[in-house]
């Protein structure tokens, strides 16, 4: 291959790298806001492990499927806790479903939990999970618009995959 085709190919792939970048939603910016908010209604499985457990990707497949099937009526949602008396490598989360109105028929082995809430500082993300900021500098975020606000927050996160590129976080604001 000579000088010439290779700068082309390597031209090429990087275009292809910028536009799937873009088509992700890489450029859109994370907003951040004070909301107006409702007491979460959730059901599903809490978690308190390793962070590399299967069991996570296990439980949020399954309240994926509940909630693409239909069976289950809201939004695939998980806590996340951000607890000081965890190991350095465990998690602590609610992985489940945020319910649009009152489910009477849920699986057996799923809890339910209600997160009293009537503010929360939102980051509402449109993008793909592949070109989304850190959790770390979401969660950053949030804290400093809590701050700016005068508001103090709980010390955890709802995040709400409403679909495949909007994802809303939300860190209620103590009562």
Same mark, same amino acid.
């Given at each position: 291959?000579?000088?010439? &085709?290779?700068?082309?190919?390597?031209?090429?792939?990087?275009?292809?790298?910028? =536009?799937?970048?873009?088509?992700?939603?890489?450029?859109?910016?994370?907003?951040?806001?004070?909301?107006?908010?409702?007491?979460?209604? *959730?059901?599903?499985?809490?978690?308190?492990?390793?962070?590399?457990?299967?069991?996570?990707?296990?439980?949020?497949?399954?309240?994926?499927?509940?909630?693409? =099937?239909?069976?289950?009526?809201?939004? *695939?949602?998980?806590?996340?806790?951000?607890?000081?008396?965890?190991?350095?490598?465990?998690?602590?989360?609610?992985?489940?479903?945020?319910? #649009?109105?009152?489910?009477?028929?849920?699986?057996?082995?799923?809890?339910?939990? &209600?997160?009293?809430?009537? !503010?929360?500082?939102?980051?509402?993300?449109?993008?793909? #999970?592949?070109?989304?900021?850190?959790? =770390?500098?979401?969660?950053?975020?949030?804290?400093?618009?809590?701050?700016? !606000?005068?508001?103090?927050?709980?010390?955890?996160?709802?995040?709400?995959?409403? =679909?495949?590129?909007?994802?809303?976080?939300?860190?209620?604001?103590?009562?």
């Amino acid at each position: 291959m000579n000088r010439k &085709t290779k700068i082309v190919i390597g031209l090429v792939a990087f275009l292809a790298v910028v =536009s799937l970048y873009l088509y992700l939603g890489g450029l859109n910016s994370v907003e951040y806001s004070v909301e107006s908010v409702a007491d979460y209604h *959730l059901v599903g499985t809490p978690f308190k492990g390793e962070g590399d457990s299967p069991e996570i990707e296990a439980a949020f497949v399954e309240a994926r499927g509940y909630v693409e =099937s239909g069976s289950i009526s809201g939004i *695939l949602t998980i806590v996340h806790y951000q607890d000081t008396t965890l190991a350095e490598d465990e998690l602590k989360m609610f992985i489940g479903v945020k319910l #649009n109105e009152g489910a009477s028929d849920i699986p057996e082995h799923y809890q339910r939990m &209600t997160i009293p809430a009537t !503010n929360a500082v939102r980051a509402s993300i449109s993008a793909h #999970n592949v070109v989304m900021p850190s959790p =770390s500098t979401i969660e950053g975020n949030i804290k400093a618009t809590a701050k700016d !606000n005068g508001l103090e927050l709980q010390n955890f996160t709802v995040e709400q995959y409403v =679909s495949e590129n909007l994802l809303l976080i939300d860190m209620p604001v103590k009562q």
